[in-house]
């Protein structure tokens, strides 16, 4: 199996002393330059979370198709869109479209969503839930009536006095091997089991919304496992990708140790409550290179998972994150069994060793 790393961003923006990212246009930009960096050092992925009514990157689609234009070989795609939110017809138009420029590059993180700071904040789009449904009922509908779009199948009924006969009409563009390439965002054991029996890649994340007690890392792995039991019994022919997500904080240099020294320095996992339950956060991996490396190489998870992806302190900017980039996938990454596409990672990693 080999084993792809890619970057995160969830492109904050702040007007604050420290800041590097100060207005939404600089998040964006520096989103794409980032994503160029990233494919110069050899890393395998540009990812981009979702948010709404938050000073973070939202719409997604016009970002990812410039970073398609303005790179050739990364993979890019999301982790996660909040199917709450979207009209699952428009969608499937934009991630074709996206795909296309990108030369079928995209990778469609989905979910039901998470906590927000609007109150309903997917009814003021205009989308509630019929009666008698749940957000996350509204959320796997959509997800449901998006992948038959990206698939080809008839989504209206044509206008005879235009098209001559009566059939059903897909959208278009349509996009070529986009519908194996979509994952869904999971929380649970029984959610990944859901992802599984519909055909869906899974995506892990650094929270989980459920807790038996064991660390992070075998929890998450317990449900890589669950999810690959049941992909095995429902018959699918292809085989499914998984990805997780790590805070991955290297401290080299004194501005490291500035931003990072001490952080949950006993590298324990977080419990707190999310929507009702107890739900657990995986502890972030901040230290010296080899130490990281070797506490990688431990994670059961990320041992499991074909992907892992890297969360980017994001309004340090681009040079910061790409030499950090460059750091992981010199000195940490190698360790936990991942090796670089291309030769340009030698030469980037040689460069932020000289820069540092």
Known sequence: MKKRIGFLSFGHWQDAPGSRTRTA?????????????????GIDGAFVRVHHFARQLASPFPLLAAIGARTERIEIGTAVIDMRYE????????????????????????????????LNGAHAFGYVPPEGETDADSARAKTAYFREAIAGHG???????????????PIQPQSPGLADRIWWGSGTRETARWAAAQGMNLQGSTLLSEDTGVPF??????????FRDAWIAAGWEREPRVSVSRSVLPIVTDEDRRYFGGRNADGSDQLGRLEGTIARFGRGYTGEPDVLAEDLAKDPAVQMADTVLLTVPNQLGVEYCATMLATIASHIAPAFGWSPAVKAVQDAASSSEVSR
């Open 87 to 118: 009209n699952p017809l428009y969608m499937a138009e934009e991630a074709a479209a996206a795909d296309l420029i990108a030369g079928g590059r995209l990778q469609l993180g989905l979910s039901r969503g998470s906590p927000e700071p609007a």
């Open 217 to 226: 890392g075998e929890l998450q792995a317990e449900q890589i496992d669950t």
């Open 25 to 41: 246009a600089e998040a964006l930009n520096q989103t794409i330059e980032l994503a160029e960096a990233a494919e110069r050092i």
């Open 155 to 169: 989504v209206v009924e044509s206008d005879q006095a235009h098209t001559g006969g009566s059939f059903m009409l």
